[in-house]
């Protein structure tokens, strides 16, 4: 009991939770695991590996979002234009010169960052909605240079991976468990950069500007610095999560470039709940699933044969999607992270109450 | 100089529907401090419902053309309307949950859209007029182009009108500048949040009747488009500001044909480029007081 | 002793603005006739009370308004039970003008122009003047006409001779004085000569609460309880003060320097 009680709140628990869980997941690809419903295939099929790397890439994207909005309490509207610059830039520089993989993504995340560092210094002239709309104003502009400059990105086909350069270990349908690891590596690495920083003397400041931007100035801090820190760096793991995703995918579509992509991730990451890491980790992973479950169901016959008024918005996947968003908001404030805490508490005082009363018995 | 005379007036059009999304917007975010999201869908569906009233009327009638966008602007307020109350206002004063509502909504009603009529442009037809050109000083302008000037000068002058000399609009002005001293003095602003969604909501639906003839075509990503460049106009016209927003109107869609024209298709970069400009120049916009 | 009803009884009143306590556990009545001034250093609290009561802050606690518990309702309710509203700092609607404040402002049918035209003529004078283009002094009168322009059953009015030269405080401690004659006025004020004018009650506020409240001569009479409740003479007009002192930390404002009323200058828009 005590022993439960002391591992709930010893500082360590979520990191030990942690690490089990990365090691179950890292060995999924050896075992023959099926969940029917939720995955595709059995745990080790190139299929279901794909869709699991996918939503991996998903909740590092998540992720870094979250340390915009959930950190330093910035709505971004343009998160996508990193991740679309990391996938774009990536394929780019591997497809028009002879630069070997590492190489390559460490000139393509050096661009990233320096864009961001530029773009992010202009939209932080302004906050609050404002910084919403500009943010939206960039990325939408990334999005048209895309669509735009078939010669270089290949237009609205996308943008396949020259694969001449890159260890022949993560390329085929056979090495996709390679990539799969790749993903969880990516997952784990973006976290742990994540936690650093919201523990970090620069995370604090940042998310103190959140609850109280004047309050930081009068303790002679800029906010600006440290929110812009917070952008470069949500905009470099952004990048390099497009990286892995190009390398995931064997390619990259201007999908990635629209503002309703970057809503994805905010819709993930309200969903997790807003300002918990394992929130959007949790979100990543289930919007990606419910994404491709949902698209399954919308051509599945049980579906395809109801009256139109709910046919049409059944097989819209994003219909659905966006409905819960708005329920979520509405209803559930903090997310699936809020859902958690509350239960927990809720649980613990149960526990209290039901402790105390047998302690009351055993002194009788 | 009949090209100069075609570019100024076509940007001329194209900034009159900026405007007639931009003002809503506008006005909205600046009483309410919500940034509407969905507004664009209240385009789309005006467009859409417009198009579907004109197809079972005779086409290429002036009458059915006036219809359908007077369909378009009910449609625009009724959904406005039915979203303030409904998803708005329950989370009152609540910013970033407003603003992820309606985020929430326009990613459900474009998906729906393309559930009901299709990813595909459906093409519209108006009167034979529209489409021909009447020469001023050499240019051959498409006529459309001064229903669209028309159109949004008339909304201009109604909503001046409105805001100068109704209760509502006094109200309205007072909110924009100070909400919680309007509630002080014993004001329930809350109607009037209700009122600015509908008007914002019927500009929308106009514009999206609108936009379809001067595209040529609705879709279902027609309001998400304009949006975009809604929300560059209301920041660089300055944030709750109408007359900010009139002025950003049309020098962003005039630089936006310009630069289309002679500078090889770049429209689009200048006007961000020039949201960049306005942003180092005066974060507040042109006649905005708030960031 | 048989009081009549208090028109306002505040009991365990908090409220906090995001997220930070200000005003904590304050109890007072406001009798239903004369001036009853709140005091106190700044930042004490005294806005935020008034705000709390107002439900312009979040708040918590009981709020009885002539026998009525309003700590539920909406800001516009509440002042539509018949309060009147002067904010520190006047906030008129710069961009509208002088006719246009007094417009919005009406509640009733019959608007009171009465009392405003005759207390106020320079202002309607000035109806087509936009209000942010008033001096200082024009736009405290401008605040004050918006809520005499009704029937009121109880005024707050919130540092009104803040930032006004001599002169123009003495017309505007007339004009409450008028005003309170028909009116119980809530009064927040650091100009003690004023609250010695006006006042019949005081409620002295520090660090969020109510520290002390009694009959307002009882209180100025004793200099050494005033300097030490307040940090001033019970004969300070108050100092001169600009707008930008609400970050100060509680009670380090050193306020017993002798400071005239010769000082005080009036605010230029
Ligand atoms: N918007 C705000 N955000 C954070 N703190 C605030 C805010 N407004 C007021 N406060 C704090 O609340 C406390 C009480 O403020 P309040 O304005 O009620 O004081 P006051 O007694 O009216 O002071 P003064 O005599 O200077 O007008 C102060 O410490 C102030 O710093
Ligand atoms: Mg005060």
Do not use: C
Not at chain 1, 11 to 21: A, H, M, Y
Not at chain 2, 199 to 207: K, N, P, Q, T, V
Not at chain 3, 1 to 20: E, F, K, W
Not at chain 3, 63 to 91: L, S
């Amino acid at each position: 009991m005590t022993m439960i009680r002391r591992l709930r709140t010893s500082p360590f628990t979520p990191w030990v939770i942690g690490g089990l869980l990365v090691g179950l997941v890292a060995v999924l690809p050896l075992l023959d695991l099926s969940l029917p419903g939720v995955l595709p295939g059995s745990t080790y099929t190139p299929g279901t590996l794909q869709l699991l790397a996918f939503a991996m890439v998903f909740a590092a994207l998540a992720l870094s979002y979250h340390l915009l909005f959930g950190v330093a309490g910035l709505l971004s509207f343009g998160h996508a234009l990193y991740f679309a610059l990391g996938a774009y830039g990536l394929g780019i520089v591997l497809r028009d010169t002879e630069l070997a993989l590492v190489p390559a993504m460490a000139v393509v995340l050096l661009a990233a960052i320096a864009v961001a560092a530029a773009l992010g210094a202009l939209s932080l002239r302004v906050s609050g909605i404002a910084f919403a709309m500009v943010t939206l104003a960039f990325a939408q502009a990334g999005s048209v240079l895309v669509r735009r400059n078939a010669s270089v990105t290949n237009g609205e086909e996308g943008l396949p991976l020259r694969v001449d350069n890159i260890p022949a270990e993560l390329v085929g349908v056979l090495n996709t468990r390679n990539v799969y690891w790749l993903a969880l590596a990516l997952l784990v690495v973006v976290f742990l950069i994540v936690a650093w920083f919201e523990r970090s003397r620069a995370g604090h400041v940042v998310a103190a500007t959140r609850e109280n931007e004047l309050r930081v100035r009068v303790l002679g801090m800029t906010p600006f610095r440290v929110k812009l820190i917070t952008v470069v760096l949500a905009g470099g793991l952004a990048a390099l999560v497009g990286m892995v995703y190009l390398l995931l995918q064997s390619g990259v579509t201007p999908a990635v470039t629209t503002p309703d992509f970057t809503l994805t991730l905010l819709v993930i990451v309200v969903l997790g709940g807003v300002g918990s890491r394992w929130g959007a980790v949790v979100g990543g992973l289930i919007y990606t699933l419910l994404d491709q479950r949902l698209t399954a169901l919308a051509r599945s016959e049980a579906i395809q044969d109801l009256p139109e008024f709910l046919r049409i918005p059944l097989s819209e996947p994003l219909f659905i999607l966006g409905t819960l968003f708005i329920l979520v908001v509405v209803l559930l404030p903090g997310g699936l992270a809020g859902v958690a805490r509350r239960t927990l508490a809720r649980a613990d005082s149960a526990r209290a109450r039901a402790g105390r009363s047998l302690d009351e018995e055993a002194t009788r | 100089m009949s090209t100069v005379l075609l570019l100024l007036i076509t940007g001329l059009g194209l900034g009159a529907l900026y405007f007639l999304v931009a003002s809503g917007l506008s006005l909205i975010y600046g009483l309410m401090g919500v940034l509407n999201f969905a507004h664009g869908s209240f385009l789309t569906l005006g467009a859409f419902l417009g198009w579907e009233v004109a197809r079972r009327m005779p086409d290429g009638s002036w009458l059915t053309f006036g219809v359908s966008i007077l369909v378009g602007a009910v449609v625009g307020a009724t959904v406005a309307t039915l979203t303030e109350l409904l998803l708005i206002r329950p989370l009152y004063l609540r910013h970033i949950e407003q603003v992820l509502v309606t985020v929430g909504l326009s990613l459900a009603t474009v998906a729906l859209f393309e559930g009901i009529w299709g990813v595909d442009p459906i093409y519209v037809v108006g009167p034979e007029w529209l489409n021909d050109t009447t020469d001023i000083a050499g240019a051959l302008i498409p006529n459309d182009r001064f229903v669209l000037i028309a159109a949004a000068v008339i909304v201009l002058l109604g909503l001046v009108v409105f805001l100068k000399r109704t209760r509502y609009g006094l109200i309205i002005r007072a909110g924009v500048e100070n909400r919680a001293m309007v509630t002080a003095l014993g004001v329930d602003v809350r109607r009037a949040f209700t009122l600015v969604f509908a008007i914002g909501g019927a500009a929308a639906g106009i514009g999206g009747v609108l936009a379809s003839h001067y595209f040529g075509y609705v879709s279902p990503l027609i309001g998400g488009s304009l949006l975009i460049f809604a929300f560059i106009v209301t920041v660089i016209g300055g944030l709750g500001s109408l007359t900010g927003a009139a002025i950003a109107s049309v020098v962003v869609a005039v630089l936006q044909q310009f630069a289309n024209f002679y500078l090889g298709g770049t429209g689009d970069f200048m006007v961000v480029a020039l949201l960049a400009v306005v942003l180092l120049v005066k974060p507040t916009g042109l006649l905005g007081s708030k960031a | 002793m048989n009081a009549p009803d208090p028109i306002l009884r505040v009991a365990g009143l908090s409220a906090s603005i995001d997220g930070q306590q200000v005003v904590e556990q304050v109890d007072f009545e406001v009798p239903a006739t004369g001036v009853t001034a709140v005091l106190g250093r700044n930042g004490v609290g005294k806005t935020s009370t008034l705000k709390a009561v107002l439900g312009l802050i979040s708040r918590s606690g009981v709020v009885e308004f002539d026998g009525a518990r309003i700590d539920g309702e909406p800001t516009h309710r509440i002042v539509q039970r018949g309060i009147g509203y002067v904010p520190e700092d006047r906030e008129v609607f710069a961009s509208l003008t002088v006719a246009e404040n007094l417009r919005l402002a009406e509640r009733g049918t019959t608007p009171n122009r009465g009392m405003v035209d005759e207390l106020f003529p320079d202002l309607i004078a000035r109806s087509a003047q936009r209000a942010g283009s008033l001096s200082g002094g024009q736009q405290q009168m401008l605040s004050l006409a918006r809520v005499l322009m009704n029937d009121n059953r109880l005024l707050m009015v919130d540092e009104p001779t803040k930032g006004l030269a001599p002169r123009i405080v003495t017309e505007v401690a007339a004009a409450l004085e008028r005003a309170a004659a028909v009116t119980p006025v809530l009064l927040v004020e650091q100009n003690l000569p004023v609250v010695r004018r006006l006042a019949h009650t005081v409620v002295v506020i520090e660090g969020g609460r109510v520290i002390h409240a009694g009959p307002a001569a009882e209180l100025l009479d004793d200099d050494e309880r005033t300097q030490q409740l307040l940090g001033v003479h019970s004969t300070d007009h108050g100092a001169p003060r600009g707008g930008t002192d609400h970050g100060a930390p509680k009670g380090d404002t050193d306020r017993s320097a002798p400071t005239g009323a010769d000082e005080s200058r009036e605010e230029t828009p």
